[in-house]
């Protein structure tokens, strides 16, 4: 199993272009988040997905976009790029417990984005 | 905004040492976990804890779930220079499902 794959791992955009950051998993986990980590602030959800079809937002959603139409992938989408969204974005999937609890989460190696 | 207060920031010791660092919300948190990540990686899960008052070991590591449910602690016993890196606490609030906060980070460098 390769887990969580993430591409691209750098990236370099001007601001105002788009681009798409890529989540696959190959461990048929339901649940599937992207997160952006900043110096000195942890990790921050930005959209997460309990299943195919369903998305929700995280704590720093905005300027991103998300689909999930299949269980394997989970793409993270840049509309409009600003020198804010420069960060390392992980990845992470996970097999929820069950009830209220979230599960082990399976975090992919990051994308390195700066926006010019 | 972010919940989780986690100390402290940094830690610099010596090879042998124990390490202790923890987490605390002015919410109750249902989940707790405990990650590491090393330079260049994603952060990988060291403990899960899902019960107030658990207590949990895996090899030199221990963290406990507060019994108030608004703490957790993480224990490195006799540290060596691989625990180099930052750690990270995690909770989920009992009314976000799905949704894990993370705290900012406790970056320990291990020398010899």
């Known amino acids: 199993n390769a887990g969580v794959t993430q591409t691209p791992k750098f990236q370099v955009l001007k601001t105002g272009q788009s681009m798409t950051l890529q989540c696959a998993q190959d461990m048929n986990h339901e649940y599937m988040s992207w997160y952006r980590q900043d110096p000195g602030m942890g990790l921050r959800l930005i959209h997460y997905?309990?299943?195919?079809?369903?998305?929700d937002q995280g704590e720093v959603p905005n300027g991103y976009n998300v689909s999930r139409s299949t269980t394997e992938d989970f793409p993270l989408r840049l509309l409009s790029a600003a020198p804010s969204q420069t960060s390392v974005y992980f990845c992470?999937?996970?097999?929820?417990?069950?009830?209220?609890?979230?599960?082990?989460?399976?975090f992919g190696e990051g994308s390195r984005l700066t926006v010019l | 905004g972010q919940q989780l207060n986690q100390s402290p920031q940094s830690m610099f010791i010596q090879e042998g040492e124990d390490v202790s660092m923890n987490c605390t919300s002015s919410?109750?948190?249902?989940?707790w976990l405990w990650y590491k990540q090393d330079p260049g990686e994603g952060p990988v899960l060291l403990i899960a804890?899902?019960?107030?008052?658990e207590l949990t070991s895996n090899g030199r590591l221990t963290a406990q779930f507060g019994i108030t449910r608004k703490d957790s602690f993480l224990n490195i016993s006799a540290s060596i220079p691989s625990d180099v890196g930052i750690y990270f606490c995690?909770?989920?609030?009992?009314?976000?499902?799905?949704?894990?906060?993370f705290g900012a980070g406790t970056q320990v460098v291990v020398t010899p």
């Open positions: 995690a909770g989920q609030l009992t009314d976000s499902w799905g949704k894990l906060q």
């Open positions: 997905s309990v299943g195919a079809g369903i998305t």
């Open positions: 804890l899902y019960k107030a008052g």
């Open positions: 919410s109750i948190f249902n989940t």
């Open positions: 992470a999937s996970s097999y929820p417990l069950g009830g209220l609890n979230t599960g082990e989460l399976f």
